[in-house]
């Protein structure tokens, strides 16, 4: 396993890995996943054999904030600076990073991939003085949902017609 960071030329493969990943209407587009690409976070992929087998991508997070929100990360509004000033309080600067997606190829789940990127971002955040992590599920992603309850992550708010209309998601976060 190669673990390295993303770039805008791993457009096309996050892309066709996230379609396999996730149905219409949660899966990204292209721009989309381009847009999150130029943001600053931490944004990483696992390759196997030379090709992506798993990705991560997220942002720094200023405030709470929904998808589309003016205050929330996304292709939407993209997040100015975000690394916290020396002379700045690092843990009121950054808030907490926010999971944009993480993506494992069916072949590769239950490996131990998605935890090392959780874990990889989650160290990228704390050293960068976030308080935390946060990230959206949808509530029928049973599979999802117990893979974060294992790495600590409780749901501190229901979002609904997140995804859809009729497709809530939960907010899940983890306090470092």
């Not at 096309?12 to 209407?25: K, N, S, T, Y």
């Not at 999150?36 to 709470?64: I, N, T």
């Not at 600067?93 to 990127?117: C, F, K, M, N, Y």
Request: include cysteine; charged fraction near 20%.
């Amino acid at each position: 396993m190669d673990y390295r960071g993303l770039t805008q030329a791993d457009v096309a493969e996050i892309f066709a890995l996230d379609q396999r990943c996730f149905p219409v209407g949660i899966a990204y587009s292209a721009e989309e996943i381009a847009a999150y690409l130029r943001m600053p976070g931490f944004h990483q992929g696992c390759s196997r054999a030379g090709r992506l087998a798993a990705v991560l991508l997220s942002a720094l997070g200023k405030r709470e904030g929904r998808a589309g929100d003016p205050g929330a990360p996304g292709p939407a509004k993209r997040q100015a600076g975000g690394v916290a000033q020396p002379h700045q309080a690092p843990r009121q600067s950054i808030g907490r990073g926010h999971v944009i997606t993480v993506d494992v190829a069916p072949e590769a789940r239950r490996q131990g991939i998605g935890q090392e990127l959780m874990r990889n971002a989650e160290a990228y955040y704390r050293a960068r003085g976030a308080r935390g992590m946060r990230l959206e599920a949808a509530v029928n992603n049973a599979g999802a949902l117990a893979f974060y309850a294992r790495l600590g992550y409780h749901m501190t708010r229901l979002l609904p017609g997140y995804y859809a209309a009729d497709l809530d998601a939960l907010r899940l976060e983890l306090d470092f």
